[in-house]
């Protein structure tokens, strides 16, 4: 689905694509043995390798390569079995080696894919062009000192997964929904927690617009977008800033730019680099990368299963529509937690019950599901009553309530509070009675002819019995009675 700017000339077609540097998931660093732990003392987890210091010989780490490999293999990407690391050469504060160590010519995962759903229920399949690994730089802080900046070595050399996805999104919605999938995709196969805002997952964004039909214009880059929304913002910012130029009979200048969420705007940080500015050669210490294709295919045999294909199952197993089931498997936890609810229940009242009033309490709590007061099975609890007519809907609310409060079991709140949805015919009819005879006006109004006046006696015999009628059998007697 294109998103179309429209101008003075006429209407623009939007051309994005993304380049997301993903923390890999791993105890050391791609190179050393020092910890990948985020949040440590700043220089605290710093070895001779991540220092630069002359002589250290950098030893490549076998999980960081298998999680590289796991995440091509949920991309549906091509694995290659030979790549080679090259040095990268550039010169910041935060990269004490005077160069990156990463893939450029020859990575370890190729061509592969991401399906995204939009809102309208639209589908699209955005490529991948490559996914390679590259130690992270260091990190610089300017907030420390009046008139001094510090810098934090405990990042470098950290593992990152560089995925390059070909130039096929055309709106901020659909590089939105492309990087909230590869995000999920990352989580379900424990390669990369996502976290963006503590920056281990971050997206470089190439924005370029053309008129309908030509050739791709000039792009440029927004480095280091940490979220998603940000992502959208600076999408639309930079091609309405492009737009303007063309418009004037100005050229866009192949930039690297920076984006201002306060202000609303993207601005100037460099010059774009072309491949031979950074002088890549290869590592002269490391030999290429060679991994063998029965250690790749007992790597596949073990992935989990993937968000698409939960979502499938979901939707075949436990009956329930394509847009709850797409909600339900955003996240590894909320998938499981869904799992264990609908088991051996209705699947459907499962869904119904846990996007609408517990999600809702949960948010009301600002907790999310790992923090949940009541687990899957208690919540499960709650829908066996509701199954069995031992309470109603309208009291499963109020329970609910009460469970997330205090954690308890719904039986146990519904015997304590008296909350027993009365089934008793007897006691039923009565109430029926009890309604009609304070109501004769409105008894005369329906036997002329409102029909809808029956919903007036249905609440009214509910609010005499407390809310604790059966719903059924309180539709039952009211139209015997009429």
């Given amino acids: 689905m294109s998103y179309i700017i429209e101008g003075r000339t006429g209407p623009w077609e939007l051309v994005i694509g993304l380049e997301v540097h993903a923390q890999v998931v791993s105890n050391a660093k791609l190179f050393s043995g020092a910890s990948a732990m985020y949040g440590g003392e700043p220089n605290a987890q710093v070895s001779f390798i991540d220092a630069g210091f002359p002589g250290m010989l950098p030893v490549i780490n076998g999980e960081c390569v298998a999680q590289a490999v796991r995440t091509g293999l949920g991309l549906k990407a091509e694995i290659n079995l030979v790549s080679r690391f090259d040095r990268k050469n550039y010169f910041y504060a935060d990269l004490p080696q005077g160069y990156q ?13 991401v399906d995204i759903e939009l809102e309208s229920g639209e589908l699209r399949h955005i490529g991948v062009t490559r996914l390679h690994l590259e130690q992270d730089a260091g990190k610089s802080m300017h907030d420390q000192h009046p008139a001094e900046s510090f810098i934090d070595l405990n990042r470098a050399g950290v593992a990152l997964m560089e995925i390059v996805s070909e130039p096929d999104m055309r709106s901020p919605e659909e590089a939105g929904a492309y990087l909230r999938k590869l995000r999920t995709i990352l989580r379900y196969l424990g390669t990369c927690d996502g976290n963006m805002e503590e920056g281990s997952m971050r997206a470089d964004v190439n924005v370029s617009v053309r008129k309908a039909g030509e050739e791709f214009r000039t792009r440029c880059e927004i480095k280091n977008v940490n979220s998603v929304r940000f992502v959208m913002q600076a999408i639309e910012v930079e091609a309405r800033r492009q ?24 601005r100037s940080m460099r010059s774009k680099e072309d491949a031979h500015d950074y002088r890549y050669f290869p590592d002269p210490d490391l030999l290429p990368l060679v991994i063998e294709q029965d250690w790749v295919d007992g790597l596949a045999a073990a992935l989990p299963e993937l968000p698409d294909a939960k979502k499938a199952r979901f939707i075949s197993d436990y009956g329930i529509p394509a847009y709850d089931a797409g909600v339900l498997v955003m996240e590894q936890a909320t998938a499981d937690f869904y799992e264990t609810l609908a088991k051996g229940r209705d699947g459907k009242s499962a869904s119904n019950w846990m996007l609408g009033d517990f999600f809702a ?11 949940s007061p009541i687990s899957a099975a208690t919540l499960g609890g709650l829908l066996d009553l509701i199954a069995d007519a031992t309470i109603n ?21 519904v015997e304590a509070k008296g909350l027993k949805q009365v089934t008793d015919t007897g006691a039923i009819d009565a109430a029926v009675d009890a309604v009609l005879a304070a109501n004769p006006d409105k008894l005369a109004e329906y036997k002329s002819g409102k029909d809808k006046l029956f919903g007036f006696f249905v609440g009214q015999v509910m609010k005499a019995m407390a809310g604790k009628g059966n719903p059924a059998l309180v539709n039952e ?3 015997r009675k009429l």
Avoid: C
């Fill in 243 to 266: 737009v303007e130029i063309w418009e004037a009979g100005q050229t866009v200048d192949q930039e690297t730019r920076l984006y201002d969420p306060s202000r609303g705007e993207t």
């Fill in 393 to 413: 809907g309208k009291i499963a609310k109020e329970v609910l309530e009460a469970m997330m409060e205090t954690g308890e079991s719904a039986a146990a709140i």
């Fill in 361 to 371: 309490g949960l948010n009301r709590m600002g907790k999310g599901i790992e923090t």
């Fill in 101 to 113: 160590i990463s893939q450029f010519a020859h990575p370890i995962v190729g061509k592969g894919i």
């Fill in 477 to 479: 007697a009211i139209k």
